[in-house]
């Protein structure tokens, strides 16, 4: 099945193209299809905003589309900076920015206080307008400092609970590597991603049928 990719962020795209081609399905980018839409987010939540996605890029493209949303929430910040993770310090998709901020905003927070989880919602949607909406999540600390260089967006900031074997299995992150210190598929077996697009594989088939 060729699938559009609804997104223009470099990184989600490589993840969701690393998935989806791992399930089968070719994937086209928006560059491929040469769709140049920006559909306004204004969900307030992570399932809501990936349902306007898909629909937007669904209809574009007149393809197959899967749509992520996707960002952190800290339990210090009350769940900031949520859906609002992309455009944190005021500009769209700036990373540094964001990171330089979320460093500011916990710098007086203790470490066993800096709990987080990376959420993913992911919507894939059909032409005929069915869409079939799962999530996902990863939960994790907030470092003190940016490290590791295999990542995007929030990543050198987060360091997850556990990581990824090669058995597929996984295991306490007893070094406390962040999402950007790991490798893609220590990373893939415990993302939020990772989990969200698990549960859209598995239900996929019969969402097809």
Known sequence: MIVCAASNNAGKLKELRRILEQMGHEVKSLRDLCIDLDPEETGTTFAENARIKAEAFCKASGLPTV?????????????????YSARYAGHHGDDAANNAKLLHEMADVPAGQRAAKFVSAICFMLPDGRALEVAGECPGSISFAETGSNGFGYD????????GLPDGTTTENTACRSYAELTDAEKDAISHRGRAME?????LPVFLK
């Open 67 to 83: 749509a992520d949303d996707s960002g952190l929430c800290v339990d210090a910040l009350h769940g900031a900076p949520g859906v």
């Open 156 to 163: 050198p900031l987060f360091v997850p609970a556990r990581v």
């Open 199 to 203: 549960k859209l594989a598995r239900e």
